[in-house]
């Protein structure tokens, strides 16, 4: 297996897995707007109880991607100005994983048939 095959078959096994993740996020903050966010309803949805926000970079993220979800994008951006790059990024690692993942077992499967 040459370097190139290597990394595209980590790159597939990370986005497949990650996928799941990026989908339950981007399923967040389409089902609650951001009002709904800061209050902390996602926490209360798994059983949680919302704390103080302890003020992380990542400040504002979820409301930012609820509001882009909800076509907001002024107050995405007010909110954090990472959801330019980030929300793009979810929906491409959702859309793409799980393809990537079912090729890369596939051709795995296939090459153990094969015989060389």
């Known amino acids: 297996m040459t370097t ?3 990394i595209r ?3 597939a096994w990370v986005l497949g897995l ?3 993740v990026a989908m339950a996020i981007l399923f967040a903050s389409l089902w609650w707007d951001p009002a709904e966010v800061a209050a902390g309803a996602p926490l209360r949805a798994l059983g949680l109880e919302p704390t103080t926000c302890p003020g992380c970079c990542a400040c504002g993220l979820s409301r930012a991607f609820s509001a882009m979800s909800h076509l907001r994008l002024h107050d995405a951006v ?3 100005a990472g959801v330019l790059v980030n929300y793009p990024l979810a929906w491409a690692v959702a859309l793409a994983g799980p393809p990537l993942l079912a090729r890369r077992l596939w051709r795995k499967r296939t090459c153990r048939r094969t015989p060389r």
């Open 18 to 20: 990650a996928a799941p």
């Open 78 to 80: 007010t909110w954090n």
């Open 4 to 6: 190139q095959e290597r």
């Open 9 to 11: 078959a980590w790159l």
